[in-house]
């Protein structure tokens, strides 16, 4: 059987995107919470949260920037991208039955290394609610003799 690849090094260029979007439910955060063991209470109780100065429960922060880890690892690169690095800068909270759209845009390739830099950043309606870069290593593409093999060539 087939794995499904993702896009290789040689294959991508600084300005490709891709997208994910996921609405946040009390399921999400509930395992999130379960999984992680983070159960802060402005996560999972609202009379706490109520009382904070968000009003209300929020979902983890690192919640919805696991999105950003779907896109890169579903939709670009794709299949075969290993996450490397992430910084990560937490701009608006989202709430539960918000909708977060991740965004994944390619900055700079080093195809030899298979590195990609990546701008990445989650919306909720249109506002940015999580900013950062993503470090990445490529799925394994066409061996570097057979790109250089079926690359044109110039014309002296």
Not at 136 to 153: F, H, I, K
Request: glycine letters at 10%; aromatic letters at 4%.
């Amino acid at each position: 059987m087939s794995t499904p690849c993702g896009v290789p090094a040689e294959d991508l260029a600084p300005g490709m995107s891709a997208s994910f979007s996921k609405t946040i439910t009390e399921a999400d955060i509930v395992l999130f919470a379960g999984v992680t063991g983070d159960v802060n209470a402005i996560h999972l109780d609202e009379e706490y949260a109520a009382g904070t100065a968000f009003g209300g429960r929020i979902a983890h922060g690192l919640l919805s920037a696991g999105l950003i880890s779907a896109t890169l690892a579903n939709r670009l690169p794709g299949p075969g991208t290993v996450y490397l690095a992430q910084t990560l800068a937490f701009r608006a909270p989202v709430r539960p039955g918000d909708t977060v759209t991740a965004t994944v845009t390619v900055k700079s390739v080093s195809v030899e290394k298979r590195r990609v830099v990546l701008d990445t950043w989650c919306t909720v309606g249109g506002r940015r609610v999580v900013e950062g870069e993503a470090t990445v290593l490529a799925p394994v593409g066409r061996p570097l003799a057979a790109r250089q093999d079926s690359s044109p060539q110039p014309v002296i």
